[in-house]
C-alpha cells in the first residue's frame, strides 16, 4: 500500500513546528555525542519543565500525585521521566523507549603509545561498523575521566573551531595494491583503528618516547590527569562537527547517532510538550548499551525501570509485589529505533513494498529480528491495528517496514527484552540513509512525524 508523503500534508503552521523542532534537534545532536552527554541534556530539557529527580521524593518520603513529574538519571548513561496519571499504576503505563548510545570507537584502558615520532591512542570499536569508514575523517574525544580523589573531568576535544581535530591514517592508494583485493570487513582491521594525535616532542634529548611524553604534558595542563588515570576513563571517539541540513532544499539533516537520537529526541520533545495530566502515567526511556546487545547495568536488560516503577507504586499508596506485575503487563509501549531506509543505489537489498522511506512519516516495524525472525519482537496484529486507528486519529503520518530483504540479514531493538513483562510492544521509528554510518541522514518530516507519534501514543494508547 503506498503511503502519502509527509511534506505534501503539511500547513504553515506544521511547518513552523517542523523548523523548531528541527534546529532544536540538530542542537541537542551536537551536544550529545555519548549517552552520558545525552542524559545530560535530557536533564536540563526536564527540570526547565519542572520534573525533578524521584530520588529526592524517595528520600523526602513524599506521596507523588496524577500530574507530578519525576526522572531517574540512572548511572548517567540512561534516563527515565515520567508524568503520573490519574489511574493508578498498576492500570499501566504508556511506554516510550529508545537507546542513547551509537556505534563508535573508545579508548582502551592503556592507549596512548608512540611509533616512529607519531603519538597515538589505541582503540576498541563499539557496535557494529563499516571499519573502512571511519579513516580519514576529522575525529573528537569526547567523554569522562574518573580519578583516584573521585573527581570526574569532562574531556571534549575537537568541537570547538577552535580546537584541533585527530583521526586515524589509510594507506595511499599507490601502495594499495593487496588490501584493494581484500574483503571490505578486513580493509582496515580493527587493531589499525588507531587515532593520531600528535608528532611534536618535548626538548628533551633523554626522553625515551618524547611525543609521548609531549602529550602527557598537554593533557596534565588541560584536565589535569595522568597517564594512569586511562584506566579508569570511559573516552569515546566519534565524528567532529555540528549536525547540518542536508540537501539543496534543507529537507534533511546529516548528523553524528541519529541512531537512535533522533528517537530519543522526538520522545523527550513528545512528554515534555504534555502538560495536561494524562489518564495513564506516561514514561519516557532513554537506555545504554542497545549497540551491543541491552547489556549490563544500564542496558534495557538491566533491572532500573523495574525498580523506579516499583518506587513510584510505593509513592502513590501502598506497595505490593502484585501491583508492580500487573502495571508491568497492563503497559503499551513503542520500542523507538531507526529503521533502513530505502536507498535505491542498494535496491537489491531492500524489499520495496516492506520499506521505509524517508518523508512518509514515522515507521512501525511488526517484527524485526533476522532470517525467520530469530531474536524478533513480532508484536499482536491487534495491538497494531489499534496503534493504526490512534495514529490516522491524530493525523500521524505513518508507514510500516522490515529491515530489507529476508535473508540479507536484521537487527534488533529493546522491544523484545520489554516484551517479557507481557506488555504489549511494538518497535517504531525514523528512516535513516547510511545508518552505523559516521554521518547518517533523515528526513525532517520523519522526525516531525515521529514527535507527534509520541505523543499522540502517550496520552492516548
Known amino acids: 500500500m503506498e503511503r502519502k508523503v509527509a511534506w505534501t500534508t503539511y500547513s504553515e503552521e506544521d511547518f513552523t ?56 538519571n540512572w548511572m548517567g548513561k540512561a534516563i527515565m521521566m515520567f508524568k503520573l496519571g490519574r489511574q493508578p499504576i498498576e492500570k499501566g503505563i504508556n511506554i516510550v523507549g529508545a537507546h542513547i ?50 573527581t570526574v573531568v569532562d574531556v571534549v576535544v575537537g568541537e570547538d573551531p577552535a580546537d584541533p581535530v585527530v583521526g586515524i591514517s589509510d594507506l595511499l592508494i599507490h601502495l594499495s595494491a593487496d588490501k584493494m583485493g581484500k574483503k571490505a570487513s578486513v580493509v582496515i582491521e580493527g587493531e589499525e583503528l588507531n587515532v593520531i594525535i600528535g608528532s611534536k616532542p618535548v626538548k628533551d634529548e633523554e626522553a625515551k618516547e618524547p611525543v609521548k611524553d609531549a602529550m602527557l604534558a598537554i593533557l596534565k595542563d588541560k584536565y589535569g590527569i595522568e597517564e594512569e588515570d586511562f584506566l579508569s576513563a570511559e573516552i569515546e571517539v566519534v565524528p567532529a562537527g ?46 545504554d548499551k542497545e549497540e551491543i546487545g541491552s547489556v549490563g ?27 508492580l506485575r500487573r502495571a508491568l503487563t497492563a503497559s503499551r509501549m513503542l520500542s523507538c529505533d531507526v529503521s533502513a531506509g530505502y536507498d535505491p543505489n542498494f535496491a537489491g537489498v531492500f524489499e520495496r513494498k516492506n520499506s521505509a522511506y524517508l518523508g512518509k512519516g514515522v515507521c512501525f516495524n511488526k517484527y524485526t529480528g533476522s532470517r525467520g525472525k530469530g ?18 486519529d491524530a493525523n500521524v503520518n505513518f508507514q510500516t517496514a522490515e529491515l530489507g530483504k529476508v535473508d ?3 537487527g534488533g531493538t529493546i522491544a523484545y527484552i ?27 518530516a520523519d522526525l516531525y512525524e515521529a514527535v507527534k507519534a509520541y505523543r499522540a501514543f502517550m496520552l492516548n494508547a
Request: aromatic letters at 8%; charged letters at 25%.
Open 17 to 72: 513546528k517542523l523548523d523548531r523542532i528541527a534546529a532544536d534537534y540538530k542542537a541537542f545532536l551536537d551536544n550529545g555525542k555519548t549517552e552520558r552527554e545525552c542524559v545530560r541534556e535530557a536533564v536540563k530539557k526536564a527540570e526547565a519543565k519542572g520534573y525533578r529527580e524521584l530520588a529526592c521524593a524517595i528520600e523526602k518520603g513524599e506521596k507523588l500525585n496524577p500530574g507530578d513529574c519525576v526522572y531517574v
Open 297 to 323: 547495568a544500564t542496558g534495557m536488560t538491566g533491572k532500573y525501570f523495574e525498580n523506579a516503577v516499583a518506587e513510584l507504586i510505593n509513592l502513590t499508596g501502598d506497595y505490593c509485589d502484585l501491583k
Open 101 to 150: 548510545d551509537s556505534p563508535r570507537m573508545d579508548l582502551k584502558q592503556n592507549p596512548l603509545y608512540e611509533d616512529t615520532g607519531i603519538a597515538y591512542l589505541d582503540t576498541h570499536y563499539y557496535g557494529g561498523i563499516k571499519k573502512y569508514q571511519w579513516v580519514t575523517l576529522p575525529l573528537a574525544l569526547h567523554g569522562v575521566v574518573a580519578k583516584k580523589d573521585g
Open 375 to 392: 531474536g524478533s519482537n513480532d508484536a499482536n496484529a491487534e495491538y497494531l491495528g489499534a496503534l493504526r486507528k490512534l495514529m490516522d
Open 408 to 410: 540479507q540479514g536484521g
Open 242 to 287: 555540528p549536525a547540518r541540513d542536508f540537501g539543496l532544499d534543507r529537507s534533511m539533516i546529516l548528523g553524528y547517532g541519529h541512531d537512535d537520537r533522533v528517537c530519543a529526541y522526538a520522545q523527550i520533545d513528545a512528554i515534555l510538550s504534555i502538560d495536561e495530566i494524562p489518564e495513564k502515567t506516561i514514561c519516557c526511556i532513554l537506555a
Open 418 to 444: 520489554c516484551a517479557v513483562y507481557g506488555m504489549e510492544v511494538i518497535d517504531s521509528g525514523v528512516a535513516v540513509l547510511s545508518m552505523h554510518a559516521p554521518w547518517e541522514i533523515i528526513s525532517k
